[in-house]
């Protein structure tokens, strides 16, 4: 039996493009109050905030630097004053980076660090209080096929998406005692600008298109029964079947 988003406060990360469009726009369909958090294109975020608004929803865009820890650190209360609750939160700001491992710079490093585990880290735990409220408090941390592999030129960001992975294993098993549920979604192929920066070699045939791994997303959300799913991987349609 699906559960109903109607109302559910969604916050989500990297919501100008790719997935987090896809994402917003499937939630606000179902009914769903949207946060954009975090981006600095206005344009983009604008354009998002427009497609969930002619979908009936109520949405919040909060742009700014998530690297900024004066912003980072606001912006769940901003986003609490704003709708009185958070149900749900979806980190999916990434950045990727495609260059061989003795050529990475340390403030690459620090960069993708920053960016794909530190932000995630930091909204998790400023989320947490008010999730502990909700009836349907639930984290998706999106992850990448490079965090169970390692490709080359892809030794920073394979690190970062590593890191990830292992603190949403860490973080699930601290919370799950208090209804709250912690997915990982792993996907491999995404057709997004992110992938054309991680894999130049991929030209969009046969790969994942954003609104498929939305409509992971709602199915994590919509199906709460006793069934907990942990961790999905994804791989597009030409890879051989268990190998993301």
Not at 58 to 67: I, K, R
Not at 132 to 143: F, Q
Request: hydrophobic share 40%.
């Amino acid at each position: 039996m699906k559960v109903s988003l109607k109302d559910k406060v969604v916050v989500i990360t990297g919501g100008g493009g790719g997935i987090g469009r896809a994402t917003v726009k499937a939630l606000a369909m179902e009914g769903a109050k949207i946060a954009l958090c975090g981006g600095n294109n206005i344009e983009k975020l604008a354009k998002t905030a427009d497609i969930a608004k002619e979908c009936g929803a109520d949405v919040f865009v909060l742009p700014g630097n998530l690297t900024e820890s004066c912003f980072l650190n606001s912006c769940i209360e901003k986003i609490v004053n704003h709708f009185g609750q958070i149900d749900i939160l979806i980190n999916n700001a990434g950045i990727a980076l495609n260059k061989p491992f003795e050529e990475t710079t340390q403030e690459e490093l620090d960069n993708i660090f920053n960016i794909n585990v530190k932000v995630p880290f930091i909204l998790c735990q400023k989320v947490l209080p008010y999730l502990r409220k909700s009836g349907h408090a639930t984290i998706i941390n999106i992850s990448s096929v490079v965090g169970h592999k390692g490709y080359v030129n892809q030794a920073a960001y394979a690190a970062s998406k590593h890191a990830l992975l292992g603190f949403s294993k860490s973080l699930a098993n601290e919370v799950y005692t208090q209804n709250i549920r912690v997915h990982t979604i792993c996907p491999g192929g995404v057709y997004t600008d992110m992938v054309k920066i991680a894999r130049p070699d991929l030209t969009g045939e046969d790969m994942i298109k954003p609104e498929e791994i939305a409509d992971i997303i709602l199915f994590l959300l919509q199906n709460r029964g006793n069934a907990v799913i942990d961790e999905i991987c994804v791989h597009r349609v030409g890879k051989q079947p268990f190998d993301i």
